[in-house]
C-alpha cells in the first residue's frame, strides 16, 4: 500500500541534458510534496517543495511540475551535472507533518 | 553549523536488548521527526513532535517509544530490539514556517539487530 511510487528505480543521463524524474501518489488529499536529494552515507537534504495551489515551481536548474488530476509530480533538472548524481526521494503529504516518501530513483549524470 | 546531530552512527544489537538513538538539533525548530529507511525502501514515519511534551505516532510507531522534554532533544527508544527493526533511522526538524517547509535531516544511525 505504497501511496507515493517512484517506479524508475534509476536513470541514466549524459551531462548537460535534461534528467526528468516521476512520483506518482494515489491519494488524491495530498497537498504538500516535496523533493530530497540523498547522498550515500548522508541524510536526505532538500531540494524544492511544491503545494497543490501551484502546478509547477522553479529553483534554477530545478523545476518541479504538479498535475494534480493525474496524481503525477515530475522533477526536471536542466543542466544535468556529475554533482547530481545521487538518490531523489518524493514526498506528500496531507497536513505538511506526516510525510510519505517514494523508494526514490537513483540518477547518474554521466560527464 | 551543527544542525540536526544523530548518535551513534553504528550499533548492532542483540534481540531484546534495549537502546536509546539520540537526536539534537540547534536550530530552535519546534517540530521533530524520526524516520527509518529499509533497504531499497523510502522513508518511513515512526513518530514526530510538534513542540516540547507533546508526540504524535506516525506510520510506523509499533516497537517505538519517544519523548519530547525539551525544543532541542528528541529521543528514540526502542524497548526489545527485534532483527525488524534492522534498518537506518533518520531524525529531522522543521520551523514549518511556511506552508511547505523543509526537513533538516541527521546523517543517519544504521542499526542491525542480531
Known amino acids: 500500500d505504497q501511496q507515493v511510487k517512484q517506479n524508475s528505480p534509476s536513470l541514466s543521463v549524459q551531462e548537460g541534458r535534461i534528467s526528468i524524474l516521476n512520483c506518482d501518489y494515489t491519494?488524491?488529499?495530498?497537498?504538500?510534496f516535496l523533493w530530497y536529494k540523498k547522498y550515500p552515507a548522508e541524510g536526505p537534504t532538500f531540494l524544492i517543495s511544491?503545494?497543490?495551489?501551484?502546478d509547477k515551481n522553479e529553483d534554477g536548474r530545478f523545476t518541479v511540475f504538479l498535475n494534480k488530476s493525474a496524481k503525477h509530480l515530475s522533477l526536471h533538472i536542466v543542466p544535468s551535472q556529475p554533482g547530481d548524481s545521487a538518490v531523489y526521494f518524493c514526498?506528500?503529504?496531507?497536513?505538511?507533518?506526516?510525510?510519505?516518501f517514494g523508494t526514490g530513483t537513483s540518477l547518474t549524470v554521466i560527464p | 553549523n551543527a544542525g540536526v546531530t544523530q548518535t551513534p552512527k553504528f550499533r548492532i544489537l542483540k534481540i531484546g536488548q534495549s537502546m536509546t538513538l539520540q537526536c539534537t538539533q540547534d536550530?530552535?525548530?519546534?517540530?521533530m521527526y524520526w524516520y527509518r529507511q529499509d533497504p531499497g525502501m523510502g522513508l518511513k514515519l515512526i513518530y514526530y513532535?510538534?513542540?516540547?511534551?507533546?508526540?504524535d505516532k506516525g506510520e510506523v510507531p509499533n516497537g517505538y517509544n519517544v519523548s519530547r522534554s525539551t525544543t532541542e532533544d528528541f529521543p528514540l527508544r526502542l524497548e526489545l530490539a527485534a532483527p525488524s527493526q534492522t534498518s537506518v533511522y533518520f531524525c529531522?526538524?522543521?520551523?514549518?514556517?511556511?506552508?511547505?517547509?523543509?526537513?533538516?535531516f541527521g546523517q543517519g544511525t544504521r542499526l542491525t539487530v542480531v
Open positions: 529531522a526538524s522543521s520551523s514549518r514556517e511556511g506552508a511547505v517547509t523543509e526537513a533538516f
Open positions: 491519494n488524491s488529499m495530498f497537498d504538500y
Open positions: 511544491i503545494s497543490s495551489i501551484k
Open positions: 514526498a506528500a503529504s496531507e497536513d505538511g507533518n506526516q510525510f510519505y
Open positions: 536550530m530552535n525548530h519546534n517540530y
Open positions: 513532535s510538534v513542540g516540547a511534551g507533546i508526540t
